[in-house]
C-alpha cells in the first residue's frame, strides 16, 4: 500500500485523527499537506513526526468553510507539487462530545444545525470542489469524508453534529455517482467514538465503560484505528469501491 509517488491532502490534520491519517500516510512515503485552522505550532509537530516517519509533509493554513481560502490552499499545492491525489476531508467545527451536556432537541436552534452542517458539508464541499480540476485532468482520484457511525446508531443525540454528518454521507454518496466516470472515487469511513482527543475527553469514564461492554471488540477506537481504513480507501486495492461508508467502531454497528 505504498504512496511513494501520491500527495495526500488532509483537512484538520493538527492533531486527533487527522494527525495520525497523516503520520499513516508519511510512513508509506506520501507527501501530506498537514491543513490546520489555528494552531501552528501543532501543525508543524505533526510535520516534523511524517517527516521522521519517512514521507515529505508540510503545513498549509486554510479555513475549510472559506472557499477563497480553499482555494489558495489548492492552488499552493498544486504549484509546489503539480498534483493531488487524495483528498481526507476530516476538518470539523470545534465539538464536545460530553453526554451529561449534551442540548437537547427542545434547546438547539437552527443556527446549531447550520454550523455543523457549514463545518461538515461545507468543508467537504469546498475541498472536493477546488480538487475535482486536478483529479478530471488525470482521470482519477480519491476523496475520503470522516464521518461517525452516531448517524446508524445515535447512542447519544448529539442532533446537529449527527444530523450534519448524515449528510455528508448523502453529499458523499451523490458525489461517488457522479464522479465515478471520471475515474474518482468518494467514500466514507464513520469512526465511533475515539478516545482521547479533544472533542472526546469530557466524555465519563462510566459511558466509556458502559459503551466498551456493548462493542464486540470491547474496547473503545484510539485515533491511530481510524487511519488504516482512510489509507485502505486511498489505495488501489480498494479500486472498485466507490459511495460506500466504512464502519470502524468496533463492531458495534454492524451492515
Given at each position: 500500500m505504498k504512496f511513494s509517488d501520491k500527495v495526500v491532502l488532509v483537512t484538520g490534520a493538527s492533531r486527533g485523527i487527522g494527525a495520525e491519517i497523516a503520520l499513516a500516510f508519511a510512513r508509506?512515503?506520501?507527501?501530506?499537506?498537514?491543513?490546520?485552522?489555528q494552531n501552528a505550532a501543532a501543525a508543524h509537530s505533526v510535520?516534523?513526526?511524517?517527516?521522521q516517519a519517512g514521507g515529505d509533509a508540510w503545513a498549509l493554513q486554510a479555513d475549510v468553510s472559506s472557499a477563497a481560502a480553499v482555494q489558495a490552499m489548492m492552488d499552493a499545492i498544486v504549484l509546489e507539487t503539480g498534483r493531488l491525489d487524495?483528498?481526507?476531508?476530516?476538518?470539523l467545527r470545534h465539538y464536545t462530545f460530553d453526554p451529561r451536556q449534551r442540548q437537547t432537541?427542545?434547546?438547539?436552534?437552527?443556527?446549531?444545525?447550520?454550523?455543523?452542517?457549514?463545518?461538515?458539508?461545507?468543508?467537504a464541499y469546498h475541498c472536493s470542489r477546488a480538487?475535482?480540476?486536478?483529479?478530471?485532468?488525470r482521470a482519477r482520484g480519491s476523496i475520503i469524508n470522516i464521518a461517525s457511525n452516531l448517524v446508524e446508531h445515535p447512542v447519544v443525540p448529539y442532533h446537529d453534529y449527527n444530523t450534519a454528518k448524515a449528510a455528508l454521507i448523502g453529499?458523499?454518496?451523490?458525489?461517488?455517482?457522479?464522479?465515478?466516470?471520471y475515474g474518482i472515487r468518494v467514500n466514507c469511513v464513520a469512526p465511533g467514538l475515539v478516545?482521547?482527543?479533544?472533542?472526546?475527553?469530557?466524555?465519563?469514564?462510566?459511558?466509556?465503560?458502559?459503551?466498551?461492554?456493548?462493542?464486540?471488540?470491547?474496547?473503545?477506537?484510539?485515533p491511530e484505528d481510524i487511519a488504516g481504513p482512510v489509507l485502505f480507501l486511498a489505495s488501489d486495492w480498494s479500486g472498485f469501491m466507490t459511495g460506500q461508508v466504512l464502519f470502524v467502531d468496533g463492531g458495534l454497528v454492524m451492515r
Open positions: 508509506e512515503g506520501a507527501t501530506v499537506i498537514i491543513n490546520y485552522l510535520v516534523a513526526r511524517c517527516q487524495v483528498l481526507v476531508n476530516n476538518a432537541f427542545d434547546t438547539q436552534a437552527w443556527q446549531d444545525y447550520q454550523d455543523q452542517f457549514e463545518a461538515a458539508v461545507g468543508g480538487a475535482l480540476p486536478h483529479f478530471k485532468q453529499f458523499s454518496r451523490n458525489l461517488a455517482a457522479e464522479l465515478g466516470p478516545y482521547p482527543t479533544a472533542s472526546s475527553h469530557l466524555t465519563q469514564e462510566s459511558f466509556r465503560d458502559g459503551l466498551i461492554a456493548a462493542t464486540p471488540l470491547r474496547r473503545i477506537a484510539r
